[in-house]
């Protein structure tokens, strides 16, 4: 842990320390003007590149490292690059974790090693040639759902699937597609190697994201608490409000107390919604859950009749709007079976990993509607700053949700208290 603090002290200098030499290296082997340009001014610099590039050199940070499927979280010393073009390095402040990491670190087919984490909250460090829209110092949240701006979907209102980011996400979610070269390495038994990225790769001092996947946000947002607006927050406010398009004096049903089911209750709230019933099969959730405007609580396990049956007694014909914040393709046909008939919209927020297909009776949809979201709706760059902005303005909740604050050594322990259950959101400080 010594060594760790050392190093951790280094990782404020590396940067300027490295400056002159990462240029000299870097334009030795692309340009014969190299020599002349490393022995160049910092003006002659901002001739070369773009504005804002500052083009620094490798940091050497601490992060958590994935080195297989279920093993602990392993701290090590490692090499971060400097952002290439259209890239910002981020120096993460605060981080938490989402239950789609640990999902991802059980996958025994996944490859590792591997550098986990994408709800986090940072400092733009550098940044690379050609960004022109962030600079060092900004606060930002890396953000997964990437937004090129150029794509159909980035340049319409109907969706925020953008045809640059989404397939890479589905697919082999590394953020740099240019190249495929990780920006992340250590050296273990004498051998520098790769490590592989997933999503924002937030555990980590420091990450390097495309700069289509960075959102600005105000300075006046304390990143420990922002943090939470990168995936699981937003994702729950964004189902009600970009995708269901809940309506005052509406009768909204929610599946899963967990963080985005909250989130979903707290939007759902907000829209004006008249009552909000969350199903959960853990009653001791229900007491926080009224905090983010749940009117009403139902076990499952308390009843003999299937839950939607339940659901459609007590709102007497059904609820306007469903919420399957678990995955779990059963309870995504409940839900969709718990909506008013004729009327019912049902959004599938949390994601089904077994492989099960959903099924339900196809007279089960007259009328009603059933779609699934990414991110809530929301695009990255574009709306998140916004979102973030109402916990300025106390529009939405955000302390209720960060049951836990650990030092990011304590990683370990912050997976234990999620798998537990027994814990919303951990969040993590870099110190
Ligand atoms: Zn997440
Ligand atoms: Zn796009």
């Known amino acids: 842990m010594r060594r ?12 300027n320390l490295a400056y002159k030499k990462k240029i000299s290296s870097s334009r030795s082997s692309r340009s014969s003007a190299s020599s002349e340009f490393a022995a160049s001014s910092q003006a002659a610099t901002c001739r070369r590149y773009r504005r804002g590039s500052t083009m620094a050199g490798v940091i050497k940070c601490r992060a958590a490292v994935a080195w297989g499927a279920n093993q ?12 290439e073009a259209d890239e910002v390095r981020i120096r993460i402040v605060a981080t938490s974790l989402c239950h789609t990491d640990l999902s991802f670190l ?40 990437g937004e090129c ?38 050296t273990k038994d004498g051998r520098n ?18 700069a289509d996947c960075c959102a600005k946000i105000s300075q006046e947002v304390p990143l420990d608490k922002a943090c939470l607006f990168a995936c699981g927050v937003s994702t729950g406010l964004g189902a009600v409000w970009n995708i269901a398009k809940v309506h005052a004096g509406s009768a909204v049903a929610i ?46 396990n308390d009843h003999e009749a299937p839950i939607q049956q339940v659901l459609q007694g007590l ?43 959903l099924s339900f009776r196809p007279g089960s949809l007259f009328g009603r509607s059933i779609m699934g979201c990414s991110f ?32 990011f050594e304590d990683i370990n322990k912050a997976i234990d208290l999620l798998r537990s259950g027994k814990c919303l959101r951990c969040v993590l400080t870099m110190t």
């Open 315 to 357: 709102t007497k014909g059904g609820v306007d709007y469903a919420f399957e914040c678990v995955g779990k393709v059963d309870l995504m046909a409940a839900a969709l079976e718990s909506t008013r008939e004729g009327e019912g919209k049902t959004v599938v927020v949390g994601l089904d990993l077994s492989g099960k297909q």
């Open 193 to 210: 190697q790769p490590i592989l990225s997933f999503f924002t790769s937030t555990f980590s001092e420091y990450t390097v994201v495309k």
């Open 72 to 83: 602990a979280l392993a701290l090590e010393e490692i090499e971060v690059a400097a952002p």
């Open 149 to 186: 701006g150029k794509c159909r979907p980035c340049k319409s209102q109907a969706s925020n699937l953008c045809e640059k980011y989404w397939p890479l996400l589905r697919t082999t979610m590394m953020l740099h597609p240019v190249d495929q070269k990780s920006r992340f390495s250590v």
């Open 4 to 15: 760790l603090r050392f190093l951790r002290s280094q990782t404020r200098t590396l940067p």
């Open 106 to 145: 059980g996958m025994v087919q996944a490859k590792f090693p591997r550098l986990l984490g994408h709800e986090a909250a940072g400092i733009i460090e550098s940044v690379g040639e050609g960004v022109e829209d962030l600079k060092v110092g900004d606060h930002v949240l890396p953000v997964y759902m």
């Open 376 to 407: 809530g709706g929301f695009k990255g760059k574009t709306h998140v700053p916004h979102v973030v902005d109402k916990i300025v303005t106390k529009e939405v909740l955000v302390d209720d949700y960060i049951t836990d604050v650990l030092p």
């Open 255 to 300: 599946f899963g107390l967990g963080t985005i089911g909250l989130a979903v209750a707290d939007g759902a709230r907000s829209a004006g919604a008249s009552r909000i019933i969350g199903v959960d099969t853990n009653p001791s959730k229900f007491e926080l859950a009224k905090k983010f405007g749940v009117t009403d609580f139902v076990n499952p």
